[in-house]
């Protein structure tokens, strides 16, 4: 640690820092979906997943698919389907040697979010998998939430970072992803390869499962 970091060790010192939330702030949990939480469940389209192993390390992953993809099962139960993917399965590895995540659910152009805290299991099958098809893909596996922890969080966060504010977009910021897996990771394919595979053939393979 750097002799110039001061450092906060203990929770009296960060409330001294930070003061005490406001009363709405802590009333605003529940333990149950509400009829606005399910309306707003049935409008996001993406959600990000946290997670933490048995060593406390942690993984946050992304999750999308058409509105409404969060399948609620009832008031304190819902059910996020696997898609194919890059198999790392980091999150769920996670699950499995420690239940507890967090999921943040989005809408596109809202700044408030909804937020889910829960313990998690993994399920090869149920019968509502059918009910997550999505063009002919049915999962091989969802994550099920055992809601503990659900309430709206405030837009101050997409507020400060103008996230919806096309304007203040820059995605040329960076290098497309081809060239960004091209230059931080050793691939056998070229870069012309990667930028093929990467291509507009790449949203229709969405729901295909990858060649091992």
Sequence with gaps: ??????????????RALLGEPQPRSVAKERSRLHEMD????????FCLVATAGADGTCDV????????????????TIAIPERPGNRRADGFRNVLANPHVGLLFLIPGRTDTLRVNGRARLLRDAPFFDEMTVKGHRPQLALLVEIEQVF????????????????????DAVPPHPEIIKSVQYTAESLDELREYYGPSYADRLYTAPKP
């Excluded at 399910?38 to 389209?45: D, E, G, I, S, V």
């Excluded at 709206?152 to 304007?167: G, M, N, T």
Aim: charged share 30%; net charge negative.
């Design 152 to 171: 709206h969080h405030c837009p101050k966060a997409f507020l400060r970072s103008h996230l919806w504010q096309h304007e203040d977009w820059n995605p």
């Design 38 to 45: 399910r309306r707003w469940l049935a409008a996001a389209p």
């Design 1 to 14: 640690m750097r002799a110039e970091y001061v450092e906060i060790t203990s929770e009296d010192e960060l």
């Design 61 to 76: 992953s992304p999750k999308g698919d058409p509105a409404g993809f969060a399948h609620v099962i009832d008031d304190t």
